[in-house]
């Protein structure tokens, strides 16, 4: 297993989560890194990104809730979700690649569970 993923879990609308996500060493360095969630007959959808320059990117749905940051000398990168909302409820994939040019590697965590739920 070389992403695993951590902090899923059930909060009220307007809570918060933090995930977390360890990578590999080599999938680390070579990729961005970031989460995706599953559309409905799109297949999965970029959430966010974070490349190895610093350079972010945000789906304009989470644009101003989440927050992507990574630990480079632990390989983690984490998703800070504030201001949870229930459509934010999905199954959240850990996962390396592209964002910006919406491409993917053959590297994908296993998935956590968000539910935004009163």
């Known amino acids: 297993v070389q992403l695993v993923e951590s902090g899923g879990g059930l909060v009220q609308p307007g809570g918060s989560l933090r995930l977390s996500c360890e990578a590999s060493?080599?999938?680390?360095?070579?990729?961005?890194m970031g989460w995706a969630r599953q559309v409905p007959g799109k297949g999965l959808e970029w959430v966010t990104g974070?490349?190895?320059?610093?350079?972010?990117y945000y789906a304009d749905s989470v644009k101003g809730r989440f927050t992507i940051s990574r630990d480079k000398a632990k390989n983690t990168v984490y998703l800070q979700m504030n201001s949870l909302k229930a459509d934010d409820t999905d199954v959240y994939y850990c996962?390396?690649?592209?964002?910006?040019?919406?491409?993917?590697?053959?590297?994908r965590g296993q998935g956590t569970q968000v539910t935004v739920s009163s």
């Open positions: 996962a390396a690649g592209d964002p910006l040019g919406n491409s993917w590697s053959d590297y």
């Open positions: 060493g080599f999938i680390f360095r070579s990729y961005a």
């Open positions: 974070i490349y190895n320059d610093g350079r972010t």
